[in-house]
T-cell receptor, first 117, second 112 residues
C-alpha cells in the first residue's frame, strides 16, 4: 500500500520484556517521527529522523527507549525492560519535508497498541 | 518548548449545528498549525492546516482561523454530520523544528 505501515498492530508484553516496533514509512519520505499516545491524550513526540540520521531524541522518556533507521527507510522503536507505564499506542509518521522551514503534511500509521502486564 | 492547549475536551452538538474547537500555543515562532481527525482505533488524519502568513482557510464545511497576536487558532465545522464524530487534535510546529506538538484533543459527538 501507499500509506505508513506499522507492525505489529497489537503487542502484549510481560513487565521486564523487551519489545521492538516496526514502521514502514511512505517510500521517498525523508522525515520519520515516533509519537507515544496514552489513552485519551494527544500524541507526544518521542524522536525524529531525517533519512538515517536521528536529529532529535529529546522526547524519549528514558534510556530504555531506543530508535533506529539504519538505511533511511524502515525504522524500529525498541523498548527494553518494559514497564506498565509504557502501555500506550506508538504512532509512526512520515513526511516528505527535509531541511529547515517548509513544513509539510505528516502521514500517520495506524499505530501499535502496547499493553504491558 | 511549545505548549498547546485545547478546549473543550468534549463537545456534543445536534446534526446540522456548527462546532468550534479552540487552541492556544505558547511559542510565538510557531508557523504551521494542522488539525487532525482521529476516529476510534484509527490513525490521525490531516483535515486542514494553516500557516502563519494566513489568517483564515476554508475547505467546504471546515474552516480554520489563526490569530497570531493572541496566539490562538480555531477549527470551525458547519452543518455537522454524524460522520464528523471523532476526536480532533490541533497541533503546532515552531519554525526550525520538525515535530508536532499536539493539543489534548476534543471528542466531538454529533447527535442525529
Amino acid at each position: 500500500g501507499a500509506g505508513v505501515s506499522q507492525s505489529p498492530r497489537y503487542k502484549v508484553a510481560k513487565r521486564g520484556q523487551d519489545v521492538a516496533l516496526r514502521c514502514d514509512p511512505i517510500s521517498g519520505h525523508v522525515s520519520l517521527f515516533w509519537y507515544q499516545q496514552a489513552l485519551g491524550q494527544g500524541p507526544e513526540f518521542l524522536t525524529y529522523f531525517q533519512n538515517e540520521a536521528q536529529l532529535d531524541k529529546s522526547g524519549l522518556p528514558s534510556d530504555r527507549f531506543f530508535a533506529e533507521r539504519p538505511e533511511g527507510s524502515v525504522s524500529t522503536l525498541k523498548i527494553q525492560r518494559t514497564q506498565q507505564e509504557d502501555s500506550a499506542v506508538y504512532l509512526c509518521a512520515s513526511s516528505l519535508a527535509s531541511g529547515t522551514g517548509g513544513n509539510t503534511e505528516a502521514f500517520f500509521g495506524q499505530g501499535t497498541r502496547l499493553t504491558v502486564v | 518548548g511549545e505548549n498547546v492547549e485545547q478546549h473543550p475536551s468534549t463537545l456534543s452538538v445536534q446534526e446540522g449545528d456548527s462546532a468550534v474547537i479552540k487552541c492556544t500555543y505558547s511559542d510565538s515562532a510557531s508557523n504551521y498549525f494542522p488539525w487532525y481527525k482521529q476516529e476510534l482505533g484509527k490513525r490521525p488524519q490531516l483535515i486542514i492546516d494553516i500557516r502563519s502568513n494566513v489568517g483564515e482557510k476554508k475547505d467546504q464545511r471546515i474552516a480554520v482561523t489563526l490569530n497570531k497576536t493572541a496566539k490562538h487558532f480555531s477549527l470551525h465545522i458547519t452543518e455537522t454530520q454524524p460522520e464528523d464524530s471523532a476526536v480532533y487534535f490541533c497541533a503546532a510546529i515552531p519554525l526550525g523544528r520538525r515535530a508536532l506538538t499536539f493539543g489534548s484533543g476534543t471528542r466531538l459527538q454529533v447527535q442525529p
